[in-house]
C-alpha cells in the first residue's frame, strides 16, 4: 500500500466511531470474530484499545488482528487502531448497484418517450459573436 493510499484511508477513518472496544479481557477469539466480520461489511473499521484495562498495547492488539484477519493496519494512535481490508463482495455489489441504476433510468427514459411525456432533446448551438 503506498503512502498517499495509505493517507486517503486515514482522513476516510476520521469521521469513523470505533465499533468495539478491546479492554480487560484482551485479544480473544470473539474480538477477532467480529473484526473479520466488520472487515467483511465495511472495508474500513476503527477499533479501541482501553489502554487503563487491556493487558496487550494498541501496537500489539493491531497486529495480532491484522495477522488474523489478513488486515492491513492503517494507523495506530494512542488507544484507537484503524484497519483496512478490501472486501471484494462488497465492491460487486456496488458495481450491481450502479449498474442497476443506470439500466432503471435508461428504462424510464424509453417509457418517457414511448408515452410521449418527453420530447426528443435538440442541441442548440450559438456561434460565437453571434447570438
Same mark, same amino acid.
Given at each position: 500500500m503506498t503512502g498517499k493510499e495509505r493517507a486517503a484511508f486515514r482522513a476516510q477513518a476520521n469521521g469513523l466511531e470505533p465499533l468495539f472496544h478491546i479492554g480487560k479481557g484482551g485479544m480473544n477469539d470473539g474480538v477477532i470474530a467480529q473484526t473479520d466480520d466488520a472487515l467483511r461489511a465495511r472495508e474500513l473499521i476503527k477499533v479501541k484499545v482501553l489502554l487503563e484495562s487491556s493487558p496487550i498495547t494498541p501496537r500489539e492488539a493491531a497486529d495480532q488482528l491484522a495477522a488474523a484477519t489478513g488486515a492491513e493496519v492503517i494507523q495506530v494512535i494512542g488507544g484507537v487502531i484503524v484497519l483496512y481490508r478490501e472486501s471484494p463482495e462488497l465492491r *460487486? +455489489? &456496488?458495481?450491481?448497484?450502479? %449498474?442497476?441504476? !443506470?439500466?432503471?433510468?435508461?428504462?424510464?427514459? *424509453? +417509457? &418517457?418517450?414511448?408515452?410521449? %411525456?418527453?420530447? !426528443?432533446?435538440?442541441?442548440?448551438?450559438?456561434a460565437k459573436g453571434k447570438r
Amino acid at each position: 500500500m503506498t503512502g498517499k493510499e495509505r493517507a486517503a484511508f486515514r482522513a476516510q477513518a476520521n469521521g469513523l466511531e470505533p465499533l468495539f472496544h478491546i479492554g480487560k479481557g484482551g485479544m480473544n477469539d470473539g474480538v477477532i470474530a467480529q473484526t473479520d466480520d466488520a472487515l467483511r461489511a465495511r472495508e474500513l473499521i476503527k477499533v479501541k484499545v482501553l489502554l487503563e484495562s487491556s493487558p496487550i498495547t494498541p501496537r500489539e492488539a493491531a497486529d495480532q488482528l491484522a495477522a488474523a484477519t489478513g488486515a492491513e493496519v492503517i494507523q495506530v494512535i494512542g488507544g484507537v487502531i484503524v484497519l483496512y481490508r478490501e472486501s471484494p463482495e462488497l465492491r *460487486e +455489489k &456496488a458495481a450491481q448497484k450502479e %449498474k442497476n441504476k !443506470k439500466l432503471a433510468a435508461k428504462q424510464a427514459r *424509453e +417509457k &418517457a418517450l414511448r408515452e410521449g %411525456k418527453l420530447g !426528443k432533446r435538440v442541441k442548440v448551438r450559438v456561434a460565437k459573436g453571434k447570438r
